[in-house]
């Protein structure tokens, strides 16, 4: 990685520190508000009073502040943004890999790997045209779209480099195989095997092939598809929990493009190491996702008093480069960034009409009850209260504060009756509380927003940390290429490399 690019991510991030670090869940507690900048609170505030409480308002108050370059805003600003959020937007665009912005043709991802472009500029697979719905059970429209993006870059990168002589693609987490079954599908003339941690998801995966397979005999009896020649190659499928890169696949003399699809964690570094040590393996063509578990997610703050477990510091996800061995993400950070500013938005217009619009304000709200209404600044909190691990449930949008905290503490009888202790000591907050969520509902939502803002310059610098490690272990093709819809998957990045075949 050259320095200049290591030196711009490290200081951008250093300023964003603030931002990346916070848990919303805190936002009564260490009054977050009052930590940003002036400027930002006394703009967004006015901005907020202006349009009281108008929540259809405020979600375009937060979806402008998300605007990408190429969108049109739906708000006119009285006055400008600060300046300091300007430059920060600026700042984020610059150090982003364009998520929002993925490849609308197979051949695209060619180019942005600095690959020979091809003529024939064909469109991706439509799942639902090549494939009968016998073939693709129960693939759900999120899986059908990154399946078979997935299978047409594949086989492209396959064509493209002769070199390799590719003849089997190994596909590494591949819980219930949909993908490796679709890769075997529409590239019949390799061998696909897989790598699942999970034996029950192997055994299903196992089923969902027989079906297939009676399938494929049954419509090419019917002359409903077309026979191949070698008729359809069985999966290998292993269940083996990964805990060392050399677990993977002992090296069995084949050529392979190593795939994950949404390898969670530390399993994603495992997978590269894997990749870098195996000399079998030639390309890869990985999506990491659940970046908060790098590092084993030890480090999520409080964890180890309410778990009651000693705090394990362990450094293996993340870095993994020299070059940017020197930056810590914290946990907090980490999380941010598995989140999407498109499936944000959608989720936020959906809530306008519904309670759950407050819903992360009441979390906060119940965090500073429990930790008996500190004041900011004065006194000390009780950490072993701090961020329990409360119920997460479905229905929530439709409550008032009152009936979400029964249900959220609904397992946790202590807590339960440490709270309504509190409310007999401080009657006055049975009044209150209503209020305050609808006060602060809006400013919750926007310091969110402020941090989604940033949340693909950190998962840039995941991303970019792992392109800096597969070169430095020799790989120098490496590159990341946006490959799916967001709105879809937001996890979209695809790590293509492919080793020196010379
Ligand atoms: C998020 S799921 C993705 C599954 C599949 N690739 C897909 O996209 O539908 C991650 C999968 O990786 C598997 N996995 C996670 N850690 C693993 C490990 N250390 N060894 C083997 N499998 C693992 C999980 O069991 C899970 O099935």
Same mark, same amino acid.
């Given at each position: ?8 991510v ?15 869940? !805190?936002?009564?507690v260490d009054? $977050? @508000?009052?930590? =940003?900048?002036?400027? @930002? ?8 009073a ?32 600060? %300046? ?12 982003? %890999?364009?998520? @929002? ?5 197979p051949?695209?991802?060619l ?11 064909r469109?991706f ?11 693709? =059970?129960?693939i ?15 086989g ?21 195989g ?9 590239l ?19 089923? $969902? ?11 090419? *009896? ?9 008729? @359809? ?18 090296s ?5 493009? =190593? ?20 000399? !079998?393996?030639k390309?890869?063509l ?14 999520k ?9 000693? %705090? ?119 009044e ?12 919750t ?5 402020? *941090?989604? %803002? ?38 979209n990045?695809? =790590?293509?490399?492919w080793?020196?075949?010379?």
């Open positions: 990685m050259d320095p200049e690019t290591v030196a711009y490290t200081t951008a991030l250093e300023q964003c520190k603030l931002l990346a670090d916070m848990y919303m869940i !805190d936002y009564f009054n $977050l @508000w009052q930590q =940003l900048p002036k400027s @930002w609170q006394s703009f967004y505030e006015s901005q907020l202006v349009v009281a409480g108008d929540r259809t308002a405020i979600v375009a108050l937060a979806k402008h502040i998300l605007k990408r370059p190429s969108e049109v805003s739906s708000i006119r600003l009285t006055s400008p943004e600060p %300046l300091s959020m300007l430059a920060l937007k600026a700042v984020v665009g610059n150090v982003e %890999l364009k998520q @929002w912005a993925p490849i609308s043709k051949s695209e991802a180019s942005a790997v600095g690959l020979p472009s091809l003529l024939e500029s469109d697979t439509d799942l639902k045209k090549a494939l009968p719905p016998a073939l693709r =059970l129960k759900k429209p999120k899986k059908e779209h990154e399946v078979s993006r997935i299978a047409d870059v594949a492209l990168l396959i064509d493209a480099l002769p070199k390799a002589k590719i003849n089997e693609i190994v596909d590494v987490g591949a819980g219930i949909h993908l490796s079954r679709v890769l075997s599908l529409l019949p003339n390799q061998k696909v095997s897989t790598i699942e941690g999970d034996a029950v998801l192997v055994d299903t995966a196992a089923k $969902l092939d027989e079906k297939t397979a009676k399938s494929i005999e049954f419509l090419t *009896r019917r002359k409903q598809i077309e026979p191949t020649s070698s008729g @359809w190659n069985p999966l290998d499928r292993k269940a083996v929990y990964v805990k060392e890169e050399h677990e993977i696949n002992e069995r003399g084949s050529n392979m493009l =190593l795939t994950g699809l949404h390898t969670c964690g530390d399993f994603s570094a495992t997978i590269l190491r894997h990749f870098c040590s195996n000399s !079998d393996a390309v890869l990985h999506f990491g996702c659940c970046y908060h578990k790098l590092n084993n997610g030890a480090d703050l409080f964890k180890d008093v309410y778990e009651d477990k000693p %705090l394990v510091e362990c450094s293996k996800g993340f870095p993994l480069s020299k070059a940017f061995g020197h930056m810590k993400l914290t946990y907090a950070a980490r999380e941010v960034a598995c989140f999407g500013h498109e499936q944000f938005i959608q989720k936020l217009e959906d809530s306008i009409s519904k309670k759950s619009f407050f819903v992360n304000c009441y979390r906060s709200i119940l965090e500073w009850v429990i930790l008996e209404c500190p004041k900011p600044g004065k006194g000390t909190v009780d950490s072993t209260l701090r961020h329990q691990g409360l119920r997460g449930f479905r229905g929530a949008e439709a409550m008032d504060f009152w009936q979400y905290a029964e249900e959220a503490m609904r397992d946790k009888p202590q807590v339960k009756a440490k709270f309504e202790q509190i409310l007999t000591e401080k009657p006055h907050l049975r209150e509380i209503p209020k305050m969520s609808t006060s602060e509902a809006g400013k939502l926007l310091l969110y927003t402020f *941090r989604l %803002l940033i949340a693909p310059m950190i998962e840039a610098l995941i991303l970019l940390d792992r392109v800096a490690f597969l070169r430095e272990s020799g790989c120098l093709q490496a590159a990341l290429v946006p490959m799916f819809d967001p709105m879809l998957s937001p996890r990045v695809a =790590l293509i490399a080793k020196d075949f010379a």
